[in-house]
């Protein structure tokens, strides 16, 4: 499965961006998935997930309120929709897939991610 992230940018604190994750190669149906971010000098740190179905979800407490994952199976896409964003929300984003199931806390572990898109950048200007 190859994983193909896109939609970031500049954004002023406050406004919004969608994120979107392509998948090709898979049955990306199959897997679920999740958004990370990583900022300069930090480690990688999840920040949301969905279920296989997209009817479970999962979020980071720092963004809980302001962001929403979202999936479209029949498009093979996967959607990172953050409003009221913040400097602290600055970051490369990286989507990821896993054919596991169950455990939440499977959702927030990198290891457990069999797929990885290359990451886009989202910059937020104060």
């Known amino acids: 499965v190859q994983l193909q992230a896109s939609g970031g940018g500049l954004v002023q604190a406050g406004g919004s961006l969608r994120l979107s994750c392509a998948a090709s190669g898979g049955m990306f149906s199959s897997y679920a998935t999740g958004w990370f971010r990583q900022a300069p000098g930090k480690e990688r740190e999840f920040v949301a997930g969905?279920?296989?179905?997209?009817?479970?979800?999962y979020y980071a407490d720092s963004v809980k309120g302001r962001f929403t994952i979202s999936r479209e199976n029949a498009k093979n896409t996967v959607y990172l929709q953050m409003n009221s964003l913040k400097a602290e929300d600055a970051a490369v984003y990286y989507c990821a897939a896993g054919a596991f199931r169950g455990a939440s806390g499977y959702y927030y572990n990198t290891r457990k991610y069999d797929y990885w898109g290359q990451g886009t950048q989202v910059t937020v200007s104060s």
């Open positions: 969905i279920s296989v179905n997209g009817i479970t979800t």
